[in-house]
């Protein structure tokens, strides 16, 4: 996603509100297609156009729409590594438009004793996931954003999710688990199998 795209509603506020609008009367036109208010009473129905227009705007897809939260940077004592867990992920398929959720986990050795605040991996992992994803490529980009803002010797970012495209349509399959996986390491830590299986075991699944 651009810069400029991003740049565009951040620095127009009414644009979103001109979208949200726009989105309203898209959802009105297929709520009246599918002729659902013969079947959904009036009354829960009639304002869900807007409520549906301002949840993609501004929760689902929110993450469209504004820039990445900023990675503020500490000098700490030493190279201790850091491992985050269970971090939670909601986002949304970007082929069936469902749900899909689970946890994360995010392993790294600090360079030139560089360290960041711990909250800054639920805040970049949420951003990511507030758009339209596929896993994979939802892995990669959190991994890839953390590695350009911390510069770290080794980093290691692993998601486990559940899909309600598989449970709920097509095969529907009972709990379905999908496990991604982004590495990096320097000439001094690289990467092996052992530590990914090391992270990826430490990713609770399941509530």
């Known amino acids: 996603m651009s810069k400029l795209f991003i740049e565009d509603f951040a620095n127009n506020p009414d644009e979103l509100t001109m979208v949200k609008a726009k989105v309203s009367e898209k959802v009105k036109e297929i709520i009246d297609l599918m002729r659902l208010t013969e079947v959904v009473p009036e009354a829960h129905i009639n304002e869900s156009p807007d409520r549906i227009a301002k949840m993609y705007v501004d ?11 900023k990675m503020k940077i500490f ?13 939670n992920i909601s986002s949304c398929c970007s082929h069936h ?15 030139d004793n560089r360290i960041t605040g711990l909250s800054k991996f639920y805040r970049v992992c949420d951003y990511f996931a507030r758009r339209p994803q596929v896993q994979e490529r939802l892995t990669k980009q959190i991994g890839t954003y953390i590695w350009e803002q911390l510069d770290p010797h080794q980093l290691v970012v692993v998601l486990k999710c559940e899909h309600m495209c598989v449970s709920q349509r097509g095969a529907k399959a009972h709990q379905p688990l999908t496990i991604t996986r982004w590495a990096k390491g320097d000439i001094e830590y690289p990467i092996t199998q052992e530590l990914v299986k090391e992270i990826t075991d430490s990713v609770t699944w399941g509530n």
């Open 59 to 69: 929760e689902l897809f929110s993450g469209c729409f504004k820039a990445p939260p």
């Open 75 to 87: 000098q700490d004592e030493d190279n201790t590594p850091v491992l985050s867990t269970n971090i």
């Open 97 to 111: 438009g469902v749900p899909f959720y689970g946890h994360a986990s995010i392993y790294y050795v600090p360079k």
